[in-house]
């Protein structure tokens, strides 16, 4: 033990084992290890792992202190890049400093709220075009099916292509990476040893390099006036040279895998939870007849689909489609009346938080009426997180929720969809939070095919 360290008085924690600390522990345990944490140690709790300090994060005011106030003293780290960089490269969400400000004032413009408005009809009418072929008495599987769907909105939107084509090549390069970044030996071992994890990895960035790399030949033939690919290939640096191929290449990926991977997610969970509380459904169809009596839902019509949005809400609270955070710290720090030494990882779980009974009466009840005006300005600042805050919170927030509204109502207003199983949903803890399973549900369509208030059946 270092003299620094000795100074130091560590939160409490688990003791964890010789060598590897609590890392088996807690890459095993998942989110209940998270939750059990929390229970168990409080609002700060420390472990070890074999790369150092592990300090797990609970309050809203001490996330707040990493997050917002001294975010400046947090980046995300060494092991982020390695678990994310084989597959992200150095885009968006892996950058940092001044590369990072540049990369994000390059792609902020795709999700000013001027374009975002301009991506609602393109939204709607791609999803009445995936749920065309659906008919009553038919089982989905509905997790495929929101993926494919918003993996083909971010292209549209964003790229100015249609990624038809390439839409089971990218669903399987991303299912095999994202359960290969929690695998034990690949973060154990030095990075040179040659693990099947780190295989697939490395394929999974390959197979999404080819399609990127036909995107980025299209767009240099035909660019479009504000897509993101076209942007980047018009990008100069301070001085005057283009970004590289890599750059470009690294930036659409992150947009493709980002882009879809968390809306599907949080709109499969929706679906799940709705088929579970037929009375939240039933309020949610309510309002859909009323404000859109019949018709495919616009921009126009969102602000009085104000049920809708508390759905979203809610259900993004129980199942956060990010499940947690970390960043790492670059000096020492003090939250929560301990001290954070340099180095020491960080991690913030949206998971934990927004089923914490102080912030959230019934915590594990799905709510949706519980978010009035009223209860949000009770709310302290970061109990609710989905998008994570700050000056990186999550670049396509707009985005996301008006995707999410949109798809919803426009499936919603059609049909009801029904749970083939009724076990509990299990959820795995990659950087999005999956469902272990496939949620097959049983497509059930409203009387008259569009609107009406039939009740769901038995």
């Not at 009466?361 to 005006?373: H, I, K, M, Q, V």
Request: charged share 30%.
């Amino acid at each position: 033990m270092s003299d620094d360290e000795t100074a130091v008085e560590f939160p409490p924690g688990p003791s964890g084992l010789p060598v590897v600390g609590s890392m088996v522990q807690a890459n095993l345990g998942g989110l209940e290890f998270r939750e059990r944490m929390a229970e168990e140690y409080g609002d700060v709790v420390h472990w070890k792992s074999p790369d150092g300090h592990v300090y797990q994060l609970n309050h809203p005011e001490d996330i707040e202190r990493v997050l917002v106030h001294n975010n400046a003293n947090y980046v995300k780290g060494e092991q982020f890049q390695r678990v994310l960089g084989p597959l992200l490269g150095n885009g968006l969400l892996n950058s940092e400093g001044e590369e990072w400000r540049r990369n994000r004032h390059l792609v902020q413009p795709s999700f000013h709220p001027d374009r975002i408005e301009v991506y609602a009809e393109m939204m709607t009418d791609l999803t009445e075009e995936a749920i065309a072929g659906w008919a009553d008495g038919q089982t989905r599987a509905i997790h495929d099916d929101m993926m494919e769907l918003t993996l083909r909105i971010v292209a549209r939107a964003l790229f100015g292509v249609d990624i038809g084509r390439y839409v089971d090549d990218i669903e399987g390069a991303i299912n095999d990476f994202l359960p290969a970044t929690t695998s034990l030996p690949n973060l154990l071992l030095p990075d040179e040893v040659p693990l099947p994890s780190r295989r697939k990895m490395a394929r999974a960035r390959e197979t999404l390099d080819d399609v990127v790399d036909d995107i980025i030949r299209r767009k240099r033939r035909d660019p479009g006036e504000h897509d993101v690919v076209s942007m980047l290939l018009d990008a100069r640096d301070d001085d005057g040279n283009p970004l590289s191929e890599e750059q470009i290449r690294d930036e659409a990926i992150t947009l493709i895998t980002a882009g879809h991977e968390t809306t599907a997610v949080s709109l499969t969970y929706t679906a799940y939870l709705l088929a579970q509380h037929p009375e939240v459904e039933a309020k949610l169809v309510a309002e859909l007849d009323a404000v859109l009596g019949g018709d495919a839902p616009t921009m126009a019509d969102l602000s009085d689909l104000t049920y809708t949005e508390k759905v979203v809400k809610e259900s993004m609270r129980l199942f956060p489609p990010v499940p947690g955070i970390s960043r790492e710290a670059r000096a020492a720090d003090e939250v929560g009346g301990y001290a954070i030494p340099a180095g020491a990882r960080v991690f913030m779980n949206q998971w934990v938080v927004h089923r914490d009974a102080r912030w959230y009466d019934d915590p594990l009840a799905f709510d949706p009426g519980r978010w009035t005006r009223e209860f949000e300005r009770s709310l302290p600042n970061l109990a609710y997180f989905p998008f994570a805050a700050g000056p990186r919170r999550c670049i396509g927030d707009r985005f996301a929720m008006l995707e999410a509204r949109l798809i919803l109502a426009t499936i919603y207003r059609k049909y009801h969809l029904e749970l083939v199983s009724d076990r509990n949903l299990e959820v795995v803890p990659t950087i999005t939070s999956r469902p272990k399973e496939e949620v097959s549900m049983v497509v059930r369509e409203r009387s008259g095919g569009g609107g009406g208030a039939a009740a769901p059946s038995d």
